[in-house]
């Protein structure tokens, strides 16, 4: 037996052996004192209070905590799907007691009559009412340009062997926005290799995992040479891609260093410095587009700003910032702000290209480099010669499936989720 069910059950046991107080209804907005477990509750006709030891109060709705209940009759224990509707619960559904224990808080509910068990923990974690806890993710930490000289760096044998070095990858990856990987075979197929240790790579209009070489006696190439200002991918995606790898695998020329800038700083900076150009990219949706091939037409269901927020939390969450592939603006929420945006853009423009925002890194066979794509920009400088890369793109959603296995384990995911 699955250890988790193991555990699952021996819950059950241990609630089941709990000993249910003689039901009392509880009046309204009484307080149940128990000091041993340093917890108060607070009842009204329709909710249910935890006073944390530091004083804090959660409120949770009646109807709210019948949906959330945990039992198996009510979550799958293994696939984590409800198996309660809605429409089974009663708005105005009742508690008849409550019981408090070490482990947790017990309610019996009245119509339809049903117990239900939460951890302390779980209902701390998923207070809502004030939301208490909002991230189980390494701290993010921006850099400039004093970063060369602690770049960060994981090693090769570590990530293609275990799971841990993966672990150590990602959370790199996570925390700064960009890491290097030491001791890559220079070949196409053992990247490809090592960039699937993440996930899958996500085929778009230019491929799968991609090849490629500029060769000046291909005319058609020769703009593949110039400089390329700091931007970020597939901005015109409704999902643009969360990772790129890029291996500099073969070079023979000058030049052509690489340009990374860490996004979440520069709109740090912007934020600091012009509150109004901040707000100004973070609400004026700008449309984009791919057309250059034949076949493709790509556009973004709907537009989305420069700056992109997390709606829950507020918190910045991905940079798109591709000047070239910007459509024609003609649609404004309100065309008073069309000066603002330029001036925006133009102050965007300026902390960005300021000296300490630019790490410039000449790229080494043997040692590819990864970066968060909703965050890091690159760039590149011109060159002159042949330059051989292979690369490829992750999805966001696949990166941080991978993140948070690999650092948390699923076990503890689910628990904390659940
Ligand atoms: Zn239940």
């Known amino acids: 037996m699955n250890s988790k069910i193991i555990r699952y059950l021996s819950r059950l046991q241990l609630i089941s052996k709990r000993k249910l107080n003689a039901a009392s209804v509880v009046p309204k907005s009484t307080i149940v004192n ?22 804090l109060t959660s409120i949770y709705h009646n109807v709210w905590l019948r949906d959330h209940c945990q039992c198996e009759e009510c979550l799958h224990p293994l696939t984590k ?20 224990s070490e482990q947790g808080l017990t309610i019996h509910w009245n119509h ?3 117990t239900s068990f939460y951890e302390w923990s779980w209902l701390h974690r998923h207070s809502y009412n004030p939301r208490l806890q909002t991230t189980l993710l390494p701290q993010k930490e921006l850099w400039n340009y004093d970063i ?16 841990d070095g993966v672990a150590e990858w990602t959370s790199k990856i996570y925390r700064y ?17 090592l960039l699937s240790r993440i996930a899958f790579i996500r085929t778009t209009h230019f491929g799968g995992f991609w090849n490629f070489t500029s060769n000046l006696a291909k005319a058609d190439l020769a703009y593949t040479t110039a400089a390329i200002e700091a931007h970020t991918d597939t901005s015109y995606f409704t999902d643009p891609v969360g990772l790129q790898m890029l291996h500099l695998l073969k070079f023979d020329g000058e030049g052509g260093k690489t340009l990374l800038i860490d996004g979440f700083r520069a ?34 269901t ?16 991905q940079i798109r910032w591709n000047n070239g592939h910007r459509s024609v603006a003609d649609q404004w929420d309100n065309p008073d702000n069309v000066t603002g945006f330029y001036d925006a853009m133009r102050k965007w423009n300026e902390i960005l290209t300021r000296k300490d925002s630019e790490l410039w890194i000449q790229l080494q066979p043997g040692r590819p480099l990864i970066f968060d794509n909703w965050r890091t920009l690159h760039g590149r400088s011109a060159f002159s010669g042949c330059r051989q890369m292979c690369g490829g793109y992750i999805n966001r959603d696949d990166y941080m499936s991978r993140l948070r296995l690999t650092n948390l384990g699923r076990e503890e995911i689910l628990k904390r989720l659940f």
């Open 34 to 55: 128990t000091p041993s477990h340093d917890r108060q509750i607070v009842t009204s006709p329709n909710t249910i209070g935890v006073i944390w030891a530091e004083k």
């Open 81 to 100: 799907q409800r198996l309660v509707h809605p429409s089974n619960i009663p708005q105005d559904i009742k508690s008849t007691a409550i019981e408090q």
């Open 112 to 114: 339809p009559t049903h």
């Open 148 to 163: 060369q000289h602690n770049l960060p760096t994981v090693e090769y044998q570590a990530v293609m062997n275990s799971d």
């Open 177 to 193: 926005g960009f890491c290097f990987v030491d001791g890559v075979p220079a070949s196409s197929e053992e990247t490809e290799k």
């Open 267 to 300: 709109a740090q900076i912007l934020r600091e410095e012009d509150p109004a150009a901040y707000k100004i990219l973070s609400t004026v949706r700008v449309p984009s587009h791919t057309v250059g091939d034949e076949d493709t037409f790509i556009q973004p």
């Open 302 to 317: 709907t537009p989305s700003p420069i700056l992109g927020h997390n709606i829950s939390t507020g918190q910045l969450e």
